[in-house]
């Protein structure tokens, strides 16, 4: 925009475009109409001769030319200067980005090239924030999309959804919750600032926008500001300074949660836009939580067609019979008394149940045999413990089970298999597993020998300890047993 004039100097480029329209008015119309009355009028009246009369019309001629010529140039800088407007205008209109109108007088079309140049700007501002907000949508999608068809954990993939939600929205605090098996909307994961999300809190969902949102099957907006209460029930609706929004999350009809934002930053409240947004992340969401429990239900099945096949292999065997149950029950003792953590707990307790399955893969006659197996026989025995781990390995959430069903047989002076791992570089687990294994193995009749009383195979376990077992473990074990716990 150009420099503007001093207001108190007076110019051609102060003048105002009524004002420069009506002096092109006077100057071209009134001005000669005027002249020429007087010389229509007045001039036989004062004209003392021919030659008077021809020199007064002539100088009255050339005083109306020069007065339309300040008509004229009056009347051409507004249109001169409405042309360029127009032009730059057009300039604009065509996508030309840093660009300004620029006009040289400082009258009213001065003021709309100011306007025009405010709102161009604007415009661009917001091409660059919705560019942006499109990019980190993008980013979203495909961070999201990943998830579903990758490995991620459920924790890790319901981060992912909530950070890029936070980043793409501009929000304060982000958050998902889905219902539990107890029909409690609890929180799965949260990000940002907001004091009013914690961890593992309880969401009313009959209640204020999460409960409109989910009544209504729809995105639901709020503009304002609200604390959080909790009712009885000990359940919260969320606080906000700002603004929420909040999206259901639908998996075949059904609502399986609720997420959101809080506190979107920015002049601009939440609008439209951000109700398309909130409805494609909850759609993406809903595809996570589907692909969850439908892998969840594929490794249930497959899990449990494991322990059958487990349960079938001990069945070929009348000596081991009851015996993955009995392993069970002594590493659920040793779980509880090292206070291992719930993962823990389920790792071990599948060992248990599975740490055979891959007997499966030996021939009945070798199992079956009544006498000591040859060092031919053994050495396919031992092949047991990498046929399980394989049966397992190709399901990714029964990774550390493959690698305690492959280590079971592993010794604590390294003289085991199949890797001959030593001490603590056997897995813990893999090491609780040993101690109940050989117990129950030893407590019980065998094709090739006889079962031994408690208190003589308390012996043999602490004549194994340092070598077999591990010496701590083994104390703890025989604790347990005798005191009956």
Known sequence: MSKRPSKNKFSIENIGIFSKNALAFLFMSIVPL??????????????SGEDGLLTYARVTIALMVISALFGYIFLRRTVKALAVLIKKAEHLASGEKGKKIEVADND?????????????????????????????????????????????????????IVHGMNKAMNASSSFIALYDRAGDLRMQAHTGNAEDINDDMVLADDKGIIGMAIRNKRP????????????????YTLG??????????????????ILGVVDKAGPQMLGPEDTSLLENIASQAALCVDN???SKNIEEMYYDTLVMLARI????????AGHLERVSTYVKMMADRLNIDEDGKKILFGGALLHDLGKVGVDDAILKKGGKLTPAEWDIMKHHTAIGENILRPLHSMSKLSVLVRHHHECYDGS?????LKGEGIPLLARILTVADIYDAITTDRSYRRMMS?????????????????????????ELVTSGK
């Open 34 to 47: 005027l002249l020429v009355l007087n010389l229509v009028f007045l001039i036989p009246n004062i004209a």
């Open 108 to 160: 009213e079309l001065s003021g709309l090239a100011v306007s025009l140049n405010t709102i161009n700007a604007n415009l661009e501002a917001k091409i660059r924030e919705l560019e942006c907000s499109q990019r980190l949508t993008h980013e979203l999608f495909e961070q999201i999309g990943g998830a579903i068809t990758g490995n991620q954990k459920v924790k890790a993939l319901f981060d992912i």
């Open 220 to 235: 639901v907006l709020k503009n304002g500001s609200d604390l959080k209460t909790r009712d009885h029930a000990g359940r």
């Open 240 to 257: 906000y300074k700002e603004n929420i929004g909040c999206a259901p999350v639908i998996v075949h009809n059904n609502i399986r949660g």
């Open 292 to 294: 969850i429990e439908l």
């Open 313 to 320: 292999v001990e069945a070929k065997d009348p000596y081991s």
């Open 416 to 420: 085991g298999y199949p890797d001959g």
């Open 454 to 478: 408690r208190e003589d195979a308390i012996k043999e376990l602490r004549n194994c300890a340092g070598t077999k077992l591990d010496p701590k473990l083994v104390e703890i074990f025989i």
